[in-house]
């Protein structure tokens, strides 16, 4: 990830993920995720963060994790904007913490 923190995960898993293994992209980086993660699961498992904060710079990890703050969203493909904590991932998913320089052609 270019601007969010990386080393010891965010989440500790408390029991075993039973998911199929399958490879995401997070900003270039290839990240190994579980079927049935939600793509805030997948990237705080790896790393102490999900994005910087869009005005103030602070790292944010998402802050309900149920769909309703609207602190996680994230942009697949660059096109679509999600939440990241109900939103889960699929192999081959291609995921950009960052905003793109444009308007999303849609929002989920």
């Known amino acids: 990830m270019k601007n969010v923190q990386a080393g010891v995960g965010q989440f500790v898993p408390?029991?075993?993920?039973?998911?199929?293994?399958?490879?995401?992209?997070?900003?270039?980086?290839?990240?190994?995720?579980?079927a049935g993660d939600s793509i805030l699961a997948?990237?705080?498992?790896?790393?102490?963060?999900?994005?910087?904060?869009?005005?103030?710079?602070?790292?944010?990890?998402?802050?309900?994790?149920?769909?309703?703050?609207?602190?996680?969203?994230?942009?697949?493909?660059?096109?679509?904007?999600?939440?990241a904590c109900t939103t889960t991932v699929t192999e081959g998913m291609r995921i950009d913490l960052d905003a793109p320089d444009e308007e999303p052609a849609s929002f989920d």
């Open 14 to 34: 408390a029991v075993r993920r039973h998911g199929a293994p399958i490879r995401i992209t997070v900003d270039g980086e290839a990240l190994d995720a579980r």
């Open 42 to 83: 997948a990237v705080l498992l790896r790393r102490r963060a999900l994005r910087r904060h869009e005005f103030g710079g602070e790292l944010r990890a998402g802050f309900c994790l149920m769909g309703a703050c609207q602190d996680c969203w994230v942009w697949l493909d660059r096109e679509r904007r999600v939440r």
